[in-house]
């Protein structure tokens, strides 16, 4: 069984505002996450008061949105997305995988999208260095991501401890590709749509179902190897044992709360009271 053109669709079937700029930063969400993604939206806009590209929160009904949100900093889009019903989602909701459709949703408004997971703590301004190291990949980039905190457990790992992880990652590495992590995206939505990359993770997904470790994360890598483009891991700073004492030494742009590592259900100095 397949996914074809007539079997999977978006739509945007509400929307508050209209587009001002050439990219977007976009969120997808569900009810349950739309407070995190309206905090984060709230800091990026206090960090970037300037506002140099469009602010999206994705979601499947838009009256969830407190009236007080819907202003002209935030665009609020409810996305009507038909055919992903059968595809696993574990912990998560089928929000997660409204992401991959938003470069057809919104390929003729934004050249780039930059995606962020509403878990996602940013840290200081990080749009203009983004968009430089992005200048910088190859014109036909479709998606880029930094690497999945499992390549630095597997790589620091005693040499004679095997685990569940470790192979995951290491049948990875027999392609040649590094995993990543797409809790932080870019999409370039020309060449996204020009590579029918929504059609082919959606295929694999639904063909592989069942081996799915990470979802449509795992998909995404899976299809498309060695073909996404790598950002440093200080766009996606992704939080665990590894990772949290160094964080203020590195003062990455964007923290990622991976896991069950987030500041609303821990007590860390990133909760806000």
Same mark, same amino acid.
């Given at each position: ?5 007539? /079997? +999977?669709?978006?739509?945007? %079937?509400?929307?508050?505002?209209? @587009? ?12 349950? #996450? ?9 800091? !990026? ?5 300037? =506002? ?10 838009? %009256? ?12 609020? +889009? $409810? ?22 459709? =938003?470069?057809?949703?919104? $390929? ?9 997971? &509403? ?5 200081? &301004?990080?749009?203009?260095?983004? +968009?430089?190291? +992005?200048?910088?990949?190859? @014109?036909?980039?479709?998606?880029? &991501? &930094? ?6 457990? !597997? ?15 290491? @049948?990875?590495?027999? %392609?040649?590709?590094? #995993? ?6 870019? !999409? ?7 590579? /029918? ?6 295929? #694999?997904?639904?063909?592989?179902? @069942? ?32 990772? #949290?004492? !160094?964080?203020?030494?590195? /003062? ?22």
């Amino acid at each position: 069984m397949s996914f074809t053109p007539v /079997d +999977i669709s978006a739509t945007i %079937s509400k929307q508050t505002g209209r @587009s001002h700029n050439d990219n977007a930063l976009a969120f997808c969400v569900d009810e349950r #996450y739309l407070p995190y993604a309206l905090f984060a939206a709230e800091q !990026f806009i206090t960090l970037h008061p300037n =506002l140099p590209c469009d602010i999206c929160i994705c979601l499947p009904d838009i %009256s969830k949105v407190p009236e007080k949100f819907k202003n002209q900093k935030i665009r609020f +889009i $409810e996305l009507s997305i038909n055919g992903i019903d059968t595809l696993p989602v574990g912990r998560l909701s089928l929000a997660a995988y409204y992401r991959l459709f =938003l470069p057809q949703v919104f $390929e003729d408004t934004y050249e780039y999208i930059i995606y962020l997971d &509403a878990d996602t703590y940013i840290n200081k &301004a990080f749009y203009r260095d983004m +968009i430089g190291h +992005i200048k910088g990949f190859s @014109s036909d980039f479709c998606v880029a &991501a &930094a690497a999945d905190i499992m390549e630095l457990k !597997f790589r620091s790992s005693f040499k004679n401890k095997q685990s569940i992880v470790d192979s995951y990652v290491k @049948s990875y590495h027999e %392609s040649e590709h590094i #995993y990543r992590n797409s809790g932080v995206l870019v !999409f370039h939505t020309k060449n996204y749509v020009k590579e /029918d990359v929504l059609f082919r993770v959606f295929n #694999y997904a639904l063909e592989n179902a @069942s081996s799915l470790q990470c979802h449509d994360q795992s998909a995404l890598n899976r299809v498309l190897l060695n073909d996404i483009a790598l950002l440093p891991f200080d766009f996606n700073w992704q939080i665990n044992k590894l990772t #949290y004492k !160094f964080t203020d030494v590195v /003062d990455p742009y964007i923290i990622h709360f991976i896991s069950d590592n987030k500041p609303w259900m821990t007590d860390n100095k990133y909760t806000v009271k």
